[in-house]
């Protein structure tokens, strides 16, 4: 059953999650889209890492739903960009890779079977998840390669009906991000976490900036997951400021899903 109102997590101003779909990675798991030159992952490593990722969740109370693999669809382990969820708004995403279009499919009927009530994303609209950055009642719009005007429009939409606010970030002259969560993360409150190329955007004026340094780039990439935060392991400057600032870490090795140019947030969604 969806909880239909927000339950408080001890982070402040974040609501707490329950739940959380993921979907392991396929065996082809390399042929999925990459702008990273690191080489082909281990797929073995691929799956201890993702059953890290997946105990981690659980331990932080989340009761998780676990997809199928999918060869078909070798990026479906980057669940993150089939929806979004948020307590008042519940969206079906169309992602902007053909390649991606059908992974849609299992994860409405995994929420439609647990009563979700869902929104969607029509053409000509393009929407990843990842493009999509929840800061309690205001979301980020990442405009990017893979989410177009029209589809930030709809989701717009969708959101302000719901009553939230939103506010559009283009990404698209940044390099090395191929999401706006690939540089920016919220913790909580008003203060969020994220690279330099996207601190100066006037839409995050009124919040309080954690950067990350550009040799620790992919670290802005984290997820809170109710009274904790994940980050990728190996970033030690960045999980010491976090520290500093007062907020529990959990840190989880990520270099396999990095070569494939995915993240923390990438690997589930949570509600
Ligand atoms: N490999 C993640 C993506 O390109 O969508």
Redesign the pocket.
Known sequence: MFPSSALRSSLPGTHAFRSAIVRPPSANFSE????EDLGPPDFSLALAQHAQYCAALERCGLQLTRLPADARH??AT?VE?TAVLLPRCRVITR?G?NS?LGETDAVRECLSTQGVPLETITTPGTV?G?DICEAGEHVFIGLSA?TNAEGAAQLGTLLQAAGYTSSIVDIRGIDGI??LKSGLSWLGERRLLLIDALAGDPAFADYEPVLVESDEAYAANAVRVNDVVFVASGYRRTAARLRELGHALVELDMSEFRK???GLS?LSLRY
Do not use: E, I, Y
């Open positions: 999925g889209l990459t702008r070798p990026d980057f960009d992602p890779a991606r990843d990842g893979r191929l999401h494939m140019d995915g990438c």
